[in-house]
């Protein structure tokens, strides 16, 4: 394939007016059910890039007048943003769990999520949720409503959850910090799939 063929460049990134073809093509509509205009694009994707900055998914300005999003930012604007069955937080999770696992699949790389492997207490759970003791304690006291006792014990007084119950309130309760650390992951593959020669953040001159 020549490397000027515009369907070598459209399987890497598009043009904010590709994008909202391709999404009215898809019946995709705003959350009020509306036909996506280039407003409601423009507002999507400085969310998009608003929430995952690290992802380098859109262009800077350098010798074009217009932005252009990588495919992968597409995929994110149909699979998270304008979609209508879960929440945000929700939607993009799924989102990213997808994208390590084909990360992952392409690379030969072993899935291995060893993320929570540490006790901690109150006060470390305030650090690495980055919330109050109050609000961590609620959320404690949400994984013991759901039978999960077993993840919270008393040590020299302390208050102190199990790696696995951690994990539990980063899932269910924190999912903000789970997102995080999913997105760091997915970077983390982006780059040694970068290392290989794939191109990613790289739009051939054309920015």
Not at 94 to 105: A, C, G, L, S, T
Not at 115 to 121: A, E, F, G
Not at 149 to 160: A, C, G, Q, T
Request: charged fraction near 30%.
């Amino acid at each position: 394939m020549k490397i000027d063929s515009e369907q070598f460049f459209d399987s890497i990134f598009l043009s904010y007016d590709k994008i909202l073809i391709r999404l009215n093509n898809l019946g995709l509509t705003t959350k009020t059910g509306n036909k996506i205009t280039h407003l409601d694009l423009r507002q999507a994707i400085n969310i998009m890039l608003k929430k995952h900055p690290t992802c380098r998914w859109q262009s800077e300005k350098i010798r074009s007048r217009k932005y252009f999003v990588l495919v992968e930012g597409y995929y994110w604007l149909t699979q998270v943003y304008f979609q209508k069955e879960k929440s945000l937080v929700d939607a993009d999770v799924d989102f990213f769990e997808d994208r390590i696992r084909q990360y992952e699949e392409l690379l030969k790389i072993e899935h291995n999520e060893n993320w929570w492997n540490k006790d901690m207490n109150i006060k470390q759970l305030c650090n690495y949720f980055n919330k109050k003791d109050v609000t961590v304690r609620q959320a404690i006291k949400k994984m013991k409503s759901v039978g999960l006792e077993k993840y919270k014990s008393l040590i020299d007084n302390k208050v102190v959850i199990a790696s696995n119950g951690v994990k539990w309130l980063c899932k269910n309760i924190f999912k903000q910090k789970n997102l995080d650390l999913l997105e760091k992951r997915k970077m983390e593959l982006t780059e040694k799939y970068i290392e290989l020669g794939y191109p990613y953040d790289y739009f051939f001159f054309k920015n």
